[in-house]
Protein backbone atom coordinates (compact mmCIF):
# COMPACT_ATOMS: atom_id res chain seq x y z
CA UNK A 1 0.00 0.00 0.00
CA UNK A 2 1.59 3.55 -0.73
CA UNK A 3 0.80 6.92 -1.80
CA UNK A 4 2.15 10.13 -2.61
CA UNK A 5 2.29 13.65 -4.15
CA UNK A 6 0.26 13.96 -7.63
CA UNK A 7 -2.39 11.78 -6.33
CA UNK A 8 -0.28 8.78 -6.62
CA UNK A 9 -1.49 5.48 -4.72
CA UNK A 10 -0.49 1.79 -5.15
CA UNK A 11 -2.10 -1.21 -3.98
CA UNK A 12 -0.80 -4.71 -4.07
CA UNK A 13 -0.86 -8.00 -2.43
CA UNK A 14 0.62 -11.47 -2.99
CA UNK A 15 -0.90 -14.98 -1.65
CA UNK A 16 1.23 -18.14 -1.48
CA UNK A 17 -0.59 -21.32 -1.01
CA UNK A 18 0.24 -25.09 -0.78
CA UNK A 19 -2.97 -26.67 -2.06
CA UNK A 20 -1.43 -30.70 -1.24
CA UNK A 21 1.87 -32.31 -1.24
CA UNK A 22 2.79 -31.72 -4.63
CA UNK A 23 0.85 -28.59 -5.94
CA UNK A 24 1.39 -24.67 -4.47
CA UNK A 25 0.55 -22.22 -5.80
CA UNK A 26 1.15 -18.19 -5.93
CA UNK A 27 -1.09 -14.88 -7.43
CA UNK A 28 0.16 -11.66 -7.47
CA UNK A 29 -1.52 -8.19 -8.05
CA UNK A 30 -0.67 -4.31 -8.34
CA UNK A 31 -2.38 -1.39 -9.28
CA UNK A 32 -1.02 1.88 -9.44
CA UNK A 33 -2.65 5.36 -10.46
CA UNK A 34 -1.06 8.60 -10.18
CA UNK A 35 -2.20 12.22 -11.81
CA UNK A 36 0.11 14.14 -14.45
CA UNK A 37 3.16 16.00 -13.86
CA UNK A 38 2.20 18.73 -16.24
CA UNK A 39 0.05 21.69 -17.24
CA UNK A 40 -1.41 23.02 -20.23
CA UNK A 41 -1.65 26.70 -20.26
CA UNK A 42 -3.80 26.25 -23.62
CA UNK A 43 -6.76 24.23 -22.00
CA UNK A 44 -6.14 25.14 -18.58
CA UNK A 45 -5.85 21.04 -18.20
CA UNK A 46 -3.66 18.51 -16.18
CA UNK A 47 -1.77 16.01 -18.31
CA UNK A 48 0.26 13.31 -18.38
CA UNK A 49 -1.87 10.86 -15.91
CA UNK A 50 -1.29 7.16 -15.20
CA UNK A 51 -2.31 4.30 -14.47
CA UNK A 52 -1.18 0.79 -14.31
CA UNK A 53 -2.41 -2.92 -13.26
CA UNK A 54 -0.19 -6.15 -13.41
CA UNK A 55 -1.83 -9.62 -12.35
CA UNK A 56 0.41 -12.74 -12.12
CA UNK A 57 -0.27 -16.48 -11.21
CA UNK A 58 1.87 -19.38 -10.92
CA UNK A 59 0.89 -23.06 -10.10
CA UNK A 60 3.77 -25.46 -9.44
CA UNK A 61 3.04 -29.46 -9.81
CA UNK A 62 5.54 -31.67 -8.04
CA UNK A 63 4.88 -34.97 -9.71
CA UNK A 64 7.21 -37.15 -8.32
CA UNK A 65 11.09 -36.80 -7.88
CA UNK A 66 12.06 -36.71 -11.04
CA UNK A 67 9.32 -34.31 -13.08
CA UNK A 68 7.67 -30.94 -12.30
CA UNK A 69 5.58 -28.49 -14.16
CA UNK A 70 5.14 -24.58 -13.96
CA UNK A 71 2.27 -22.80 -15.12
CA UNK A 72 2.45 -19.25 -15.39
CA UNK A 73 -0.40 -17.22 -16.11
CA UNK A 74 -0.39 -13.02 -16.48
CA UNK A 75 -1.91 -10.02 -17.41
CA UNK A 76 -1.04 -6.28 -17.70
CA UNK A 77 -2.88 -3.17 -18.32
CA UNK A 78 -1.37 -0.03 -18.75
CA UNK A 79 -3.36 3.57 -19.51
CA UNK A 80 -1.15 6.69 -19.79
CA UNK A 81 -1.56 10.32 -21.38
CA UNK A 82 2.24 10.57 -22.32
CA UNK A 83 5.15 13.18 -20.97
CA UNK A 84 5.70 16.54 -21.51
CA UNK A 85 6.99 17.51 -24.81
CA UNK A 86 8.26 21.29 -24.72
CA UNK A 87 9.23 23.68 -27.11
CA UNK A 88 13.00 24.27 -26.28
CA UNK A 89 12.80 27.86 -26.68
CA UNK A 90 16.86 27.88 -27.68
CA UNK A 91 16.02 27.16 -30.74
CA UNK A 92 12.94 28.70 -31.98
CA UNK A 93 12.88 30.74 -34.71
CA UNK A 94 11.39 34.19 -35.26
CA UNK A 95 9.59 32.95 -38.77
CA UNK A 96 8.84 30.22 -36.51
CA UNK A 97 6.87 32.15 -33.77
CA UNK A 98 5.50 34.73 -36.25
CA UNK A 99 3.54 32.32 -38.23
CA UNK A 100 2.31 30.20 -35.92
CA UNK A 101 1.00 33.04 -33.98
CA UNK A 102 -0.53 34.49 -37.17
CA UNK A 103 -2.71 31.44 -37.81
CA UNK A 104 -3.01 29.86 -34.55
CA UNK A 105 -3.38 33.25 -32.44
CA UNK A 106 -0.43 31.94 -30.44
CA UNK A 107 2.48 29.99 -30.60
CA UNK A 108 3.55 26.44 -28.85
CA UNK A 109 6.44 28.11 -26.92
CA UNK A 110 6.19 28.62 -22.79
CA UNK A 111 8.25 30.89 -20.75
CA UNK A 112 10.05 28.45 -19.67
CA UNK A 113 11.21 24.58 -21.52
CA UNK A 114 11.70 22.86 -18.18
CA UNK A 115 8.47 23.86 -16.24
CA UNK A 116 6.21 21.12 -16.95
CA UNK A 117 3.88 23.69 -18.63
CA UNK A 118 2.68 23.37 -22.04
CA UNK A 119 0.48 25.32 -24.40
CA UNK A 120 -0.89 23.11 -27.09
CA UNK A 121 -3.01 20.51 -28.18
CA UNK A 122 -2.16 17.42 -25.84
CA UNK A 123 -3.29 13.75 -26.98
CA UNK A 124 -0.81 11.49 -26.32
CA UNK A 125 -3.40 8.75 -24.83
CA UNK A 126 -1.47 5.28 -24.42
CA UNK A 127 -3.54 2.03 -23.80
CA UNK A 128 -1.18 -1.15 -23.64
CA UNK A 129 -2.85 -4.78 -22.92
CA UNK A 130 -0.93 -7.79 -22.87
CA UNK A 131 -1.28 -11.63 -21.35
CA UNK A 132 0.33 -14.28 -21.66
CA UNK A 133 0.73 -18.15 -20.32
CA UNK A 134 3.71 -20.56 -20.11
CA UNK A 135 4.34 -24.20 -19.04
CA UNK A 136 7.87 -24.68 -17.97
CA UNK A 137 8.58 -28.57 -17.54
CA UNK A 138 11.65 -30.24 -15.83
CA UNK A 139 12.63 -34.01 -16.21
CA UNK A 140 15.49 -35.64 -14.94
CA UNK A 141 16.78 -38.47 -15.57
CA UNK A 142 18.56 -41.53 -13.88
CA UNK A 143 21.47 -40.58 -15.12
CA UNK A 144 21.67 -37.55 -14.21
CA UNK A 145 20.57 -36.00 -17.63
CA UNK A 146 17.80 -32.92 -17.48
CA UNK A 147 15.43 -32.24 -20.00
CA UNK A 148 13.76 -28.90 -20.07
CA UNK A 149 11.05 -27.78 -22.50
CA UNK A 150 9.22 -24.01 -22.12
CA UNK A 151 6.26 -23.16 -23.79
CA UNK A 152 5.04 -19.85 -24.06
CA UNK A 153 1.70 -17.80 -25.73
CA UNK A 154 1.97 -14.29 -25.95
CA UNK A 155 -1.04 -11.40 -27.17
CA UNK A 156 -0.44 -7.67 -26.94
CA UNK A 157 -2.44 -5.00 -28.15
CA UNK A 158 -2.15 -1.57 -28.09
CA UNK A 159 -3.88 1.92 -29.12
CA UNK A 160 -1.78 5.25 -29.48
CA UNK A 161 -3.65 8.23 -30.18
CA UNK A 162 -1.64 11.49 -29.89
CA UNK A 163 -1.67 14.54 -31.65
CA UNK A 164 2.10 14.29 -32.66
CA UNK A 165 2.61 17.96 -34.33
CA UNK A 166 1.90 19.66 -30.79
CA UNK A 167 0.29 23.40 -31.68
CA UNK A 168 -2.30 24.84 -30.37
CA UNK A 169 -4.54 23.73 -32.76
CA UNK A 170 -6.39 20.46 -33.51
CA UNK A 171 -4.48 19.99 -36.88
CA UNK A 172 -3.39 15.66 -37.52
CA UNK A 173 -4.80 13.62 -35.16
CA UNK A 174 -3.09 10.32 -35.13
CA UNK A 175 -4.30 6.53 -34.14
CA UNK A 176 -2.26 3.81 -34.66
CA UNK A 177 -3.21 0.15 -33.62
CA UNK A 178 -0.78 -2.32 -32.63
CA UNK A 179 -1.80 -6.28 -32.62
CA UNK A 180 1.22 -8.74 -31.78
CA UNK A 181 0.60 -12.53 -31.49
CA UNK A 182 3.30 -14.80 -30.43
CA UNK A 183 4.05 -18.66 -29.74
CA UNK A 184 7.64 -19.89 -28.82
CA UNK A 185 8.80 -23.61 -27.42
CA UNK A 186 12.21 -24.09 -26.49
CA UNK A 187 13.82 -27.31 -25.55
CA UNK A 188 17.11 -27.77 -23.16
CA UNK A 189 19.32 -30.75 -22.68
CA UNK A 190 21.32 -30.44 -19.91
CA UNK A 191 24.53 -32.31 -18.19
CA UNK A 192 23.87 -33.08 -14.63
CA UNK A 193 27.13 -30.42 -13.68
CA UNK A 194 30.26 -30.77 -11.74
CA UNK A 195 31.74 -32.94 -14.04
CA UNK A 196 34.76 -32.27 -16.04
CA UNK A 197 32.79 -31.41 -18.84
CA UNK A 198 29.20 -29.46 -18.30
CA UNK A 199 27.22 -29.00 -21.39
CA UNK A 200 23.48 -27.86 -22.60
CA UNK A 201 22.53 -28.43 -26.06
CA UNK A 202 18.90 -26.72 -27.34
CA UNK A 203 16.17 -25.88 -29.62
CA UNK A 204 14.11 -22.96 -30.55
CA UNK A 205 11.25 -21.57 -31.99
CA UNK A 206 9.50 -18.20 -32.57
CA UNK A 207 6.14 -17.62 -34.19
CA UNK A 208 5.01 -14.51 -34.70
CA UNK A 209 2.09 -12.13 -36.07
CA UNK A 210 2.37 -8.61 -36.15
CA UNK A 211 -0.08 -5.47 -37.31
CA UNK A 212 0.04 -2.10 -37.44
CA UNK A 213 -3.05 0.57 -38.61
CA UNK A 214 -2.50 3.97 -38.45
CA UNK A 215 -4.85 6.29 -39.90
CA UNK A 216 -3.95 10.54 -39.23
CA UNK A 217 -6.95 12.62 -39.98
CA UNK A 218 -7.11 16.42 -40.94
CA UNK A 219 -8.01 18.45 -37.50
CA UNK A 220 -10.29 21.70 -37.66
CA UNK A 221 -7.12 24.01 -38.27
CA UNK A 222 -5.42 21.72 -41.13
CA UNK A 223 -7.33 22.72 -44.25
CA UNK A 224 -8.08 26.00 -43.26
CA UNK A 225 -5.64 28.20 -41.96
CA UNK A 226 -2.87 25.97 -42.09
CA UNK A 227 -2.85 24.56 -45.59
CA UNK A 228 -4.17 28.05 -46.78
CA UNK A 229 -1.31 29.69 -45.67
CA UNK A 230 1.09 27.44 -47.07
CA UNK A 231 -0.62 26.25 -50.14
CA UNK A 232 -3.10 29.31 -50.66
CA UNK A 233 -6.79 29.57 -50.95
CA UNK A 234 -7.03 27.19 -54.32
CA UNK A 235 -5.09 24.38 -52.60
CA UNK A 236 -7.16 25.22 -49.00
CA UNK A 237 -10.50 24.29 -51.19
CA UNK A 238 -9.14 21.20 -52.44
CA UNK A 239 -7.77 19.73 -49.02
CA UNK A 240 -11.76 20.77 -47.90
CA UNK A 241 -13.31 19.46 -50.61
CA UNK A 242 -11.27 16.07 -49.91
CA UNK A 243 -12.07 13.68 -47.37
CA UNK A 244 -10.77 14.90 -43.87
CA UNK A 245 -10.98 11.42 -41.98
CA UNK A 246 -8.30 9.18 -43.38
CA UNK A 247 -6.11 11.69 -44.96
CA UNK A 248 -3.21 9.26 -44.58
CA UNK A 249 -3.54 5.59 -43.28
CA UNK A 250 -0.95 3.02 -43.69
CA UNK A 251 -0.88 0.05 -42.94
CA UNK A 252 1.79 -3.21 -42.28
CA UNK A 253 1.62 -6.70 -41.30
CA UNK A 254 4.35 -9.27 -41.13
CA UNK A 255 4.99 -12.46 -40.07
CA UNK A 256 7.72 -14.20 -38.57
CA UNK A 257 9.13 -17.46 -38.17
CA UNK A 258 12.97 -18.44 -36.38
CA UNK A 259 14.54 -21.46 -35.73
CA UNK A 260 17.90 -22.14 -33.59
CA UNK A 261 20.03 -24.76 -32.92
CA UNK A 262 22.43 -24.12 -29.83
CA UNK A 263 25.28 -26.19 -27.28
CA UNK A 264 27.33 -24.64 -25.18
CA UNK A 265 30.46 -26.96 -23.26
CA UNK A 266 32.50 -25.77 -20.12
CA UNK A 267 36.04 -27.59 -19.30
CA UNK A 268 36.73 -27.71 -15.68
CA UNK A 269 40.49 -28.10 -16.42
CA UNK A 270 41.35 -27.81 -12.53
CA UNK A 271 39.86 -25.87 -9.39
CA UNK A 272 41.69 -22.52 -10.83
CA UNK A 273 40.55 -22.88 -14.87
CA UNK A 274 37.40 -23.39 -16.72
CA UNK A 275 36.82 -22.33 -20.28
CA UNK A 276 33.24 -22.13 -22.22
CA UNK A 277 32.76 -22.28 -26.12
CA UNK A 278 29.14 -21.99 -27.46
CA UNK A 279 27.88 -22.14 -30.61
CA UNK A 280 24.17 -21.05 -32.22
CA UNK A 281 22.97 -21.48 -35.19
CA UNK A 282 19.51 -18.90 -36.09
CA UNK A 283 17.29 -18.70 -38.92
CA UNK A 284 14.60 -16.28 -39.07
CA UNK A 285 12.14 -15.58 -42.44
CA UNK A 286 10.17 -12.95 -42.40
CA UNK A 287 7.54 -12.14 -45.05
CA UNK A 288 5.42 -8.65 -44.81
CA UNK A 289 3.35 -5.77 -46.79
CA UNK A 290 3.05 -2.22 -46.72
CA UNK A 291 0.47 -0.03 -47.63
CA UNK A 292 0.68 4.12 -47.76
CA UNK A 293 -2.60 5.73 -48.99
CA UNK A 294 -2.87 9.08 -49.07
CA UNK A 295 -7.01 10.21 -49.52
CA UNK A 296 -6.08 14.29 -49.33
CA UNK A 297 -3.78 15.75 -51.39
CA UNK A 298 -2.86 18.45 -48.67
CA UNK A 299 -1.69 14.82 -46.70
CA UNK A 300 1.07 14.36 -49.31
CA UNK A 301 3.37 17.43 -47.60
CA UNK A 302 3.79 14.87 -45.01
CA UNK A 303 3.21 11.60 -46.43
CA UNK A 304 4.01 9.65 -50.29
CA UNK A 305 1.84 6.81 -51.53
CA UNK A 306 3.47 3.39 -51.47
CA UNK A 307 2.69 0.05 -51.91
CA UNK A 308 5.51 -2.84 -51.34
CA UNK A 309 3.94 -6.14 -51.10
CA UNK A 310 5.10 -9.53 -50.57
CA UNK A 311 8.29 -8.50 -48.68
CA UNK A 312 10.28 -11.10 -47.78
CA UNK A 313 13.62 -11.60 -45.98
CA UNK A 314 15.82 -15.61 -45.13
CA UNK A 315 18.21 -14.26 -42.99
CA UNK A 316 20.35 -17.18 -41.45
CA UNK A 317 23.84 -16.93 -39.00
CA UNK A 318 25.83 -18.63 -36.95
CA UNK A 319 27.04 -16.98 -33.73
CA UNK A 320 29.98 -18.11 -30.99
CA UNK A 321 30.69 -17.42 -27.58
CA UNK A 322 34.33 -18.49 -25.70
CA UNK A 323 35.38 -17.69 -22.45
CA UNK A 324 38.19 -18.14 -20.17
CA UNK A 325 37.99 -18.00 -16.77
CA UNK A 326 41.03 -18.12 -14.20
CA UNK A 327 40.64 -18.45 -9.95
CA UNK A 328 44.04 -16.71 -9.26
CA UNK A 329 42.66 -17.43 -5.69
CA UNK A 330 39.47 -18.33 -4.09
CA UNK A 331 38.65 -14.37 -4.00
CA UNK A 332 40.01 -13.36 -7.12
CA UNK A 333 38.87 -14.13 -10.72
CA UNK A 334 39.88 -13.23 -13.85
CA UNK A 335 38.03 -13.46 -17.29
CA UNK A 336 38.54 -13.35 -20.97
CA UNK A 337 35.08 -13.33 -23.46
CA UNK A 338 34.79 -13.37 -27.29
CA UNK A 339 30.99 -13.48 -28.48
CA UNK A 340 29.32 -12.99 -31.72
CA UNK A 341 25.90 -11.70 -32.47
CA UNK A 342 23.51 -11.33 -35.04
CA UNK A 343 20.17 -9.09 -35.46
CA UNK A 344 17.97 -10.40 -37.92
CA UNK A 345 16.74 -7.70 -40.85
CA UNK A 346 13.55 -6.49 -41.33
CA UNK A 347 10.44 -4.02 -42.78
CA UNK A 348 10.30 -0.42 -42.05
CA UNK A 349 6.78 -0.12 -41.18
CA UNK A 350 6.06 3.28 -40.88
CA UNK A 351 5.12 6.12 -44.31
CA UNK A 352 7.44 9.27 -44.86
CA UNK A 353 7.55 12.27 -46.60
CA UNK A 354 8.97 10.16 -49.33
CA UNK A 355 8.30 6.60 -50.68
CA UNK A 356 11.02 4.15 -49.39
CA UNK A 357 10.38 2.05 -52.48
CA UNK A 358 11.09 -1.44 -51.74
CA UNK A 359 15.02 -0.86 -52.09
CA UNK A 360 15.08 1.44 -48.66
CA UNK A 361 12.10 -0.78 -47.24
CA UNK A 362 13.68 -3.71 -46.58
CA UNK A 363 16.84 -3.53 -43.95
CA UNK A 364 19.25 -5.87 -43.44
CA UNK A 365 20.83 -7.94 -40.55
CA UNK A 366 23.34 -6.52 -38.14
CA UNK A 367 26.30 -8.15 -36.89
CA UNK A 368 28.52 -8.00 -33.71
CA UNK A 369 31.52 -8.75 -32.56
CA UNK A 370 32.57 -8.17 -28.93
CA UNK A 371 35.69 -8.66 -26.76
CA UNK A 372 35.66 -8.61 -22.89
CA UNK A 373 38.83 -8.97 -20.16
CA UNK A 374 37.83 -8.75 -16.41
CA UNK A 375 38.02 -9.30 -12.97
CA UNK A 376 35.65 -10.46 -10.07
CA UNK A 377 36.60 -10.08 -6.85
CA UNK A 378 35.52 -10.84 -2.97
CA UNK A 379 37.62 -8.34 -0.15
CA UNK A 380 37.90 -7.76 3.30
CA UNK A 381 36.78 -10.98 4.66
CA UNK A 382 34.25 -11.33 1.67
CA UNK A 383 32.58 -7.37 3.19
CA UNK A 384 32.96 -6.00 -0.68
CA UNK A 385 33.05 -7.43 -3.88
CA UNK A 386 34.94 -5.26 -6.43
CA UNK A 387 34.58 -6.39 -10.09
CA UNK A 388 35.98 -4.27 -13.43
CA UNK A 389 35.67 -4.87 -17.07
CA UNK A 390 37.40 -3.72 -20.03
CA UNK A 391 34.92 -4.18 -23.00
CA UNK A 392 34.81 -3.25 -27.20
CA UNK A 393 31.89 -3.98 -29.20
CA UNK A 394 32.53 -3.69 -32.93
CA UNK A 395 28.94 -3.43 -35.18
CA UNK A 396 29.07 -3.72 -38.62
CA UNK A 397 25.72 -2.66 -40.80
CA UNK A 398 24.26 -1.57 -37.69
CA UNK A 399 20.45 -0.90 -37.71
CA UNK A 400 20.10 3.10 -37.62
CA UNK A 401 16.50 3.67 -36.09
CA UNK A 402 16.43 7.57 -37.29
CA UNK A 403 13.20 10.15 -36.74
CA UNK A 404 11.95 12.75 -38.57
CA UNK A 405 9.47 14.33 -35.86
CA UNK A 406 6.78 12.14 -37.70
CA UNK A 407 7.74 8.97 -38.15
CA UNK A 408 10.55 6.59 -37.70
CA UNK A 409 12.80 4.75 -40.20
CA UNK A 410 15.84 1.98 -40.13
CA UNK A 411 18.38 1.73 -42.45
CA UNK A 412 22.00 0.02 -42.46
CA UNK A 413 24.48 2.25 -41.29
CA UNK A 414 28.34 1.45 -41.75
CA UNK A 415 30.39 -0.15 -38.59
CA UNK A 416 30.00 1.42 -35.12
CA UNK A 417 32.10 1.04 -32.13
CA UNK A 418 31.52 1.04 -28.13
CA UNK A 419 34.70 0.44 -26.08
CA UNK A 420 35.20 1.60 -22.52
CA UNK A 421 35.32 0.39 -19.04
CA UNK A 422 32.99 -0.62 -16.36
CA UNK A 423 33.67 -0.98 -12.27
CA UNK A 424 31.78 -1.60 -9.82
CA UNK A 425 32.30 -2.13 -5.60
CA UNK A 426 29.35 -3.63 -3.30
CA UNK A 427 30.90 -2.70 0.22
CA UNK A 428 29.82 -3.33 3.92
CA UNK A 429 32.66 -1.74 5.91
CA UNK A 430 30.94 -2.17 9.18
CA UNK A 431 27.48 -4.01 9.94
CA UNK A 432 24.79 -1.07 9.35
CA UNK A 433 26.42 0.29 6.67
CA UNK A 434 26.25 -0.48 2.96
CA UNK A 435 27.85 1.09 -0.07
CA UNK A 436 26.93 0.55 -4.16
CA UNK A 437 29.27 2.62 -6.27
CA UNK A 438 29.87 2.32 -10.22
CA UNK A 439 31.42 4.27 -12.54
CA UNK A 440 31.68 3.70 -16.58
CA UNK A 441 34.09 5.40 -19.35
CA UNK A 442 32.86 4.70 -22.96
CA UNK A 443 34.50 5.56 -26.17
CA UNK A 444 31.81 6.00 -28.98
CA UNK A 445 33.27 6.29 -32.48
CA UNK A 446 31.32 5.29 -35.77
CA UNK A 447 34.06 3.79 -37.79
CA UNK A 448 32.28 3.95 -41.27
CA UNK A 449 28.84 6.29 -41.80
CA UNK A 450 28.70 7.67 -45.18
CA UNK A 451 24.94 8.96 -46.10
CA UNK A 452 24.36 9.83 -42.72
CA UNK A 453 21.15 11.42 -42.04
CA UNK A 454 21.47 14.95 -42.85
CA UNK A 455 20.95 18.44 -40.05
CA UNK A 456 17.78 20.18 -40.65
CA UNK A 457 17.59 21.68 -44.25
CA UNK A 458 20.77 19.86 -44.99
CA UNK A 459 22.35 17.53 -46.91
CA UNK A 460 23.35 13.81 -45.96
CA UNK A 461 26.97 13.96 -43.83
CA UNK A 462 29.84 11.51 -43.18
CA UNK A 463 29.93 10.87 -39.63
CA UNK A 464 33.02 8.55 -39.57
CA UNK A 465 35.72 9.25 -36.51
CA UNK A 466 31.65 10.80 -34.82
CA UNK A 467 30.16 9.56 -31.32
CA UNK A 468 27.02 7.58 -31.58
CA UNK A 469 24.04 9.49 -29.86
CA UNK A 470 23.10 8.20 -26.44
CA UNK A 471 26.47 7.54 -25.79
CA UNK A 472 27.36 9.33 -22.74
CA UNK A 473 31.52 9.32 -22.30
CA UNK A 474 31.13 8.78 -18.44
CA UNK A 475 28.71 7.80 -16.08
CA UNK A 476 28.82 7.40 -12.10
CA UNK A 477 26.46 6.60 -8.77
CA UNK A 478 26.73 5.77 -5.57
CA UNK A 479 24.18 4.36 -3.27
CA UNK A 480 24.36 4.20 0.65
CA UNK A 481 22.19 2.63 2.90
CA UNK A 482 22.25 2.47 7.05
CA UNK A 483 20.56 0.35 9.37
CA UNK A 484 19.93 0.24 13.11
CA UNK A 485 18.22 -1.51 15.54
CA UNK A 486 15.66 0.48 17.06
CA UNK A 487 13.11 0.01 20.36
CA UNK A 488 12.36 -4.00 20.47
CA UNK A 489 12.17 -6.08 17.70
CA UNK A 490 12.20 -2.85 15.26
CA UNK A 491 15.28 -1.23 13.16
CA UNK A 492 15.19 2.15 11.42
CA UNK A 493 17.12 2.43 8.26
CA UNK A 494 18.45 5.61 6.19
CA UNK A 495 19.70 5.75 2.72
CA UNK A 496 20.34 7.66 -0.50
CA UNK A 497 21.84 7.61 -4.17
CA UNK A 498 23.52 9.94 -6.66
CA UNK A 499 23.71 9.32 -10.26
CA UNK A 500 25.82 11.33 -12.60
CA UNK A 501 25.26 11.11 -16.56
CA UNK A 502 28.39 13.13 -18.76
CA UNK A 503 27.11 14.92 -21.65
CA UNK A 504 25.54 13.41 -24.40
CA UNK A 505 23.16 13.75 -27.55
CA UNK A 506 19.78 12.73 -26.91
CA UNK A 507 18.61 13.50 -30.66
CA UNK A 508 16.15 10.90 -31.85
CA UNK A 509 17.88 11.49 -35.07
CA UNK A 510 21.70 10.10 -35.52
CA UNK A 511 22.90 13.12 -37.50
CA UNK A 512 24.51 14.61 -34.55
CA UNK A 513 22.84 18.20 -34.79
CA UNK A 514 24.34 20.06 -31.81
CA UNK A 515 20.67 21.26 -30.88
CA UNK A 516 19.99 17.81 -29.22
CA UNK A 517 23.23 17.92 -27.49
CA UNK A 518 21.78 17.63 -23.54
CA UNK A 519 24.08 18.82 -20.94
CA UNK A 520 25.36 16.68 -18.09
CA UNK A 521 23.33 16.30 -14.70
CA UNK A 522 23.05 14.51 -11.73
CA UNK A 523 19.93 12.82 -9.83
CA UNK A 524 19.45 12.13 -6.49
CA UNK A 525 17.07 10.13 -4.38
CA UNK A 526 16.31 9.30 -1.24
CA UNK A 527 14.91 6.78 1.77
CA UNK A 528 13.79 6.81 5.47
CA UNK A 529 11.67 4.21 6.93
CA UNK A 530 10.84 1.75 9.63
CA UNK A 531 10.50 -2.42 9.70
CA UNK A 532 10.38 -5.39 11.96
CA UNK A 533 13.69 -7.18 12.82
CA UNK A 534 12.07 -10.72 11.66
CA UNK A 535 10.93 -8.95 8.58
CA UNK A 536 7.10 -8.95 8.57
CA UNK A 537 6.47 -5.32 8.30
CA UNK A 538 7.47 -2.20 7.42
CA UNK A 539 7.16 1.59 6.38
CA UNK A 540 9.78 3.53 4.11
CA UNK A 541 9.43 7.34 2.66
CA UNK A 542 10.99 8.09 -0.63
CA UNK A 543 12.02 11.02 -2.23
CA UNK A 544 12.99 10.99 -5.84
CA UNK A 545 15.18 13.62 -7.96
CA UNK A 546 15.31 15.81 -4.86
CA UNK A 547 17.40 18.45 -6.61
CA UNK A 548 14.79 18.56 -9.07
CA UNK A 549 16.98 18.55 -11.91
CA UNK A 550 16.19 19.51 -15.34
CA UNK A 551 16.76 17.53 -17.97
CA UNK A 552 15.38 15.95 -21.47
CA UNK A 553 15.36 12.28 -21.77
CA UNK A 554 14.93 12.89 -26.05
CA UNK A 555 15.08 15.52 -28.29
CA UNK A 556 13.79 15.79 -31.86
CA UNK A 557 12.69 18.27 -34.44
CA UNK A 558 8.97 19.76 -34.65
CA UNK A 559 6.34 17.58 -36.60
CA UNK A 560 5.17 19.26 -39.53
CA UNK A 561 8.08 22.40 -39.00
CA UNK A 562 9.20 22.57 -42.51
CA UNK A 563 5.98 24.49 -43.95
CA UNK A 564 5.51 26.38 -40.94
CA UNK A 565 9.61 28.22 -40.49
CA UNK A 566 10.43 25.57 -37.99
CA UNK A 567 13.69 24.83 -40.19
CA UNK A 568 16.26 27.40 -41.14
CA UNK A 569 18.13 25.99 -43.93
CA UNK A 570 21.23 28.54 -43.86
CA UNK A 571 22.45 27.59 -40.63
CA UNK A 572 20.81 24.17 -40.59
CA UNK A 573 18.84 24.41 -37.38
CA UNK A 574 15.50 23.07 -36.09
CA UNK A 575 12.93 24.11 -33.66
CA UNK A 576 13.79 20.94 -31.13
CA UNK A 577 11.51 19.40 -28.77
CA UNK A 578 12.13 17.85 -25.33
CA UNK A 579 10.68 14.89 -23.73
CA UNK A 580 11.17 15.91 -20.01
CA UNK A 581 12.55 13.89 -17.29
CA UNK A 582 10.51 13.27 -13.98
CA UNK A 583 9.98 15.84 -11.53
CA UNK A 584 10.67 15.97 -7.92
CA UNK A 585 8.37 13.40 -6.90
CA UNK A 586 7.71 11.56 -3.53
CA UNK A 587 5.86 8.72 -1.89
CA UNK A 588 4.99 6.63 1.28
CA UNK A 589 4.55 2.73 1.12
CA UNK A 590 4.02 0.13 3.95
CA UNK A 591 4.18 -3.40 3.81
CA UNK A 592 3.08 -6.52 5.70
CA UNK A 593 3.96 -10.18 5.26
CA UNK A 594 1.88 -13.35 6.58
Known amino acids: LGFGDYDAYEVGAMYNASLSNSVAARVAVKYADRDGYGDNTFDGQEFGARDDLVARGKVLFDLNEQLSMLVTADYSEINAEGNAVELLNSTNTPTFEARTTALYGSSPATKDSYDWKIHQIHRDDFNDEQQ ?17 SITAYRDWEAENANQDVRYPVDLLPNTTNYDTDTISQEFHLMSPGGETVDWLAGLYYYQ ?20 AAVGGAGFASVCLA ?3 DGVAVVTFSQELESIAVFGQATWNIN ?24 NNPAAGLFRAEESVLGMDRDDSKTTGFANVNWYVTEDIMLFATLSSGYKSGGFNSQGGRQALEEERRIFGPEETTNYELGVKSTLFDGSMTANATLYRMDVDDFQDRQFDGLSFVVLNAGELR ?20 GISYLDSEYLDFEGAPPLPGGEPQDLEGERRNYSPEWQTSIAADWTQAFGEGMEWFVGGSWSWIDEQNVGTSSNNNPQALQDSYSIVNARVGLRSAAGDWDITLFG ?8 CQTIFDQ ?7 AVDSENNTSVQRCVLGAPRTWNLKAAYYF
Do not use: H, M
Open 418 to 437: QQGVEADINWAPIEPLRIVA
Open 271 to 294: DAWNTTLGLRWTDDQKDGDFVSEV
Open 559 to 565: GFGGPLG
Open 208 to 227: EDYDIDESRDAGDSFCDPTI
Open 132 to 148: GLSLDINYEFGNGLALR
Open 544 to 551: NNLTEEDY
Open 242 to 244: APQ
